[in-house]
């Protein structure tokens, strides 16, 4: 069966026989539980009767006629099974507590104090659950771990990369701090929720105890700039943006080629001497000026103006057949020419998959972890909302007239 159509239930993995309820929406809580269905965890997604609010937000397919969902929600919900539950029925929130008194994990991203509300804190689902591992997300965490003075404030990744300092030490100059592309303020998070998760999962295996995991997205932000902590404790230095250098070494940055930029790293005089050699520069090796990190940080826009002396008359494919097995070299890409670099096939970081309501598939990111015995995969297709919602209720062990029922009162949705 080919990888993008297997079902989710069939999944084999590192993780599987790990049951997860998905709680979560938007980015990061969806990226850390897809992150586990990947290596096999079985992942229910538990929906509003109007769905992940993401399902709406595209971009969709011209041909597309079902528009049940977009490339954003394709891109993080892959693997897992949905089923749609209205969470203000006292009958829902009851379906919702049987799946996880039949889970492993909960994961969700909810602002403080609403699963309590709902009846579902972490406190009343292990009296019936011991081993659960129920694993949050928040933009200031959740107050059980220390309560923020901004732990009501609602937060997404322009946020947290704002107050964890990238945004402080990112741009073009001091006076201009600069968002990162991707929503590094949400990914990071869910990957520091999945280590964390899995963690705990680990424990439990051991001592039959579950826990809670906490995951601020600010304070991940910062631990990933732990440079400007240091910094400020070591030297008082307050970092600011640095443009495309690094204030620590140098060369360490982009350059500008003939058809557009590359990045050159020589973290150590090594790959300077390299360096030099492929420009047929030999003495820059030997010039006081040059020839160590510290002189070069010291003469830093005189090193990238020797540089781009040399990088700014040639392609980027020129630069890579003549840098690339002899320096830390890359040439900044666009999603077009990552298209068309062989690295990404023979990874199988580019997948293919369906999308519902349109006549071709669509392309994802692949599965970036690669295990040699039990590696993840992409299986399926992001689910419709409720694709699954009568078989789930059924393995949780209710009548079909239960189910039918419970749609016809509105209390689950099936697609």
Request: proline residues 6%; glycine residues 10%.
């Amino acid at each position: 069966m080919n990888q993008s159509t297997q079902p989710p239930s069939q999944a084999t993995g590192a993780l599987a026989g790990l049951r997860v309820i998905d709680l979560t929406q938007m980015l990061a809580g969806p990226f850390c539980t897809q992150i586990l269905a990947d290596h096999g965890a079985e992942v229910i997604k538990v929906e509003a009767m109007s769905g992940d609010g993401t399902r709406s937000t595209g971009p969709f397919r011209d041909d597309d006629t079902l528009r049940d969902f977009g490339g954003y929600f394709q891109s993080v919900n892959r693997n897992k099974q949905s089923i749609a539950v209205d969470l203000k029925n006292p009958q829902g929130r009851e379906i919702v507590r049987r799946l996880i008194d039949g889970a492993d994990i909960v994961v969700e991203n909810f602002r403080a104090g609403v699963m309590e509300r709902l009846g579902l804190s972490y406190e009343q689902l292990r009296e019936t659950n011991p081993r659960l591992v129920y694993g949050a997300v928040r933009g200031f965490g959740d107050p059980r771990s220390g309560a923020s003075p901004y732990a009501d404030w609602p937060a997404y990744d322009v946020v947290s990369q704002a107050m964890g300092g990238m945004m402080g030490i990112t741009g073009p100059d001091r006076e201009t701090p600069t968002k990162i592309g991707p929503g590094v303020g949400d990914t990071v998070p869910a990957l520091m929720l999945c280590l964390g998760i899995l963690a705990a999962v680990y424990r439990a295996r051991e001592t039959g105890e579950g826990q809670f995991v906490d995951v601020a997205m600010t304070d991940c932000v910062l631990a990933m700039c732990e440079r400007i902590v240091y910094q400020r404790s070591y030297t008082g230095v307050v970092s600011a943006p640095e443009g495309n250098r690094h204030p620590l070494l140098c060369p360490f940055g982009l350059f500008r080629a003939r058809d557009g930029w590359v990045s050159i790293a020589c973290a150590h005089d090594g790959f300077w001497e390299k360096l030099a050699h492929a420009m047929d520069r030999p003495d820059l090796i030997t010039d006081p000026a040059f020839a160590t990190n510290a002189a070069r940080v010291t003469n830093a826009q005189r090193v990238i103006d020797t540089i781009e002396g040399f990088t700014s008359v040639r392609t980027k494919e020129e630069l890579a057949q003549c840098l690339g097995s002899r320096v830390p070299f890359g040439p900044v890409y666009t999603s077009a020419e990552i298209f068309a670099d062989p690295h990404y096939q023979v990874r199988e970081m580019l997948v293919d998959v369906e999308q519902p309501g349109s006549s071709e598939p669509v392309k994802i990111a692949g599965v970036p972890i690669k295990l040699s015995r039990t590696p993840g995969a992409v299986r399926h297709r992001a689910p419709l909302l409720g694709e699954h919602t009568a078989d789930i209720l059924l393995r949780a062990g209710y009548a079909l007239d239960d189910i039918q029922q419970m749609r016809d009162s509105g209390t689950v949705r099936q697609a």
